[in-house]
T-cell receptor
Framework: EAGVTQSPTHLIKTRGQQATLRCSPI?????VYWYQQALGLGLQFLLW???????NRGNFPPRFSGRQFPNYSSELNVNALELEDSALYLC????????????FGSGTRLTVV | LAKTTQPISMDSYEGQEVNITCSHN???????ITWYQQFPSQGPRFIIQ???TKVTNEVASLFIPADRKSSTLSLPRVSLSDTAVYYC?????????????FGQGTELSVKP
């Protein structure tokens, strides 16, 4: 069974640009979660999608947005990139709404220069 | 929300048993205790979950005393590949808006 896949693995952008990160959940999982892991700041919750709807978002500005497609894959968009957006962005999925066992992908390393 | 406290770092040698204790004094009645492992530049990996007493799987054991105010993750006979950050999480994601709330974790270093 394929795990959670994220693309690209690395992304380099210039300050002010937009970044798009993609995530494919495990087959059968309907919930997708996004986390940011910046150096020294730990894992911070960004967004939760389920059945195509945004269910919750963390304490991030509106320039962090996303969506979930009918096949349950998801996209995270970061507009007007700032240097401090440089981080590892992790996607996770779970089989049911807010269940305990989350499976994470390997992440997208975003570097803003 | 239950706050967790873990040692920031631990050192061990190959072949030893490692016990990482997590304190969660204000754990709620419905809360589960879950441990994740994270290697550098990878996403966290679910290790084990429990509610009370003892849970064991092929990777680790989890010991939870009767008052549930702490828990101990036990890794038998560690190897170099067990070097990672270990996170203790307490709660029910559905009651937390779907969030897993990660603390600072314990950085385990296994030496040869």
């Amino acid at each position: 069974e394929a795990g959670v896949t994220q693309s690209p693995t690395h992304l380099i952008k210039t300050r002010g640009q937009q970044a798009t990160l993609r995530c494919s959940p495990i087959s059968g999982h309907t919930s997708v979660y996004w986390y940011q892991q910046a150096l020294g700041l730990g894992l911070q919750f960004l967004l939760w999608y389920d059945e195509g709807e945004e269910r919750n978002r963390g304490n991030f500005p509106p320039r962090f947005s996303g969506r979930q497609f009918p096949n349950y894959s998801s996209e995270l968009n970061v507009n007007a990139l700032e240097l401090e957006d440089s981080a590892l962005y992790l996607c996770a999925s779970s089989p049911t709404l807010g269940s305990y066992g989350y499976t994470f992908g390997s992440g997208t390393r975003l570097t803003v220069v | 929300l239950a706050k967790t406290t873990q040692p920031i770092s631990m050192d061990s040698y190959e072949g030893q048993e490692v016990n990482i204790t997590c304190s969660h004094n204000n754990i709620a009645t419905n809360d589960y205790i879950t441990w994740y492992q994270q290697f550098p530049s990878q996403g966290p990996r679910f290790i084990i979950q429990g509610y009370k007493t003892k849970v064991t799987n092929e990777v680790a054991s989890l010991f939870i005393p009767a008052d549930r105010k702490s828990s101990t993750l036990s890794l038998p006979r560690v190897s170099l590949s067990d070097t990672a950050v270990y996170y203790c999480l307490v709660g029910v994601p559905y009651n937390q808006g779907g969030k897993l709330i990660f603390g600072q974790g314990t950085e385990l270093s296994v030496k040869p």
